[in-house]
């Protein structure tokens, strides 16, 4: 059974930078393709990043030269790290592999 815990949120000022952990169990994050979604009360869940074997990486056009996504296979950990943050980066963000979701972790930018 396929688990993963993300951490790693928290209030942070525009122009500021979080990393968000995941934590998986059940699989090999080295071995998968992984990814990171964000959701607000107000959108739809959209992704955000992923990565996939021989670390072929994407991510959406907003987040593009701000967020990098990298994974460390002793950890069995995803990590998103997020740079220059802005108001609208305002999210719950989700770990994501196939059908399985994490519990999600709250990133706020706000003065």
């Known amino acids: 059974q396929v688990q993963l815990v993300e951490s790693g949120g928290g209030l942070v000022q525009p122009g500021g930078s979080l990393r968000l952990s995941c934590v998986a169990s059940?699989?090999?994050?080295?071995?998968?393709t992984m990814w990171w979604y964000r959701q607000t009360p107000e959108n739809a869940r959209e992704w955000v990043a992923?990565?996939?074997?021989?670390?072929?990486?994407n991510y959406v056009d907003s987040v593009k030269g701000r967020f990098t996504i990298s994974r460390d296979g002793a950890r069995n950990t995803v990590y998103l790290q997020m740079n220059d943050l802005k108001p609208g980066d305002t999210a719950v963000y989700y770990c994501?592999?196939?059908?399985?979701w994490g519990q999600g972790t709250q990133v706020t930018v706000s003065s």
């Open positions: 992923l990565i996939m074997t021989a670390d072929v990486t």
């Open positions: 059940g699989l090999s994050v080295m071995n998968s």
């Open positions: 994501n592999h196939q059908h399985s």
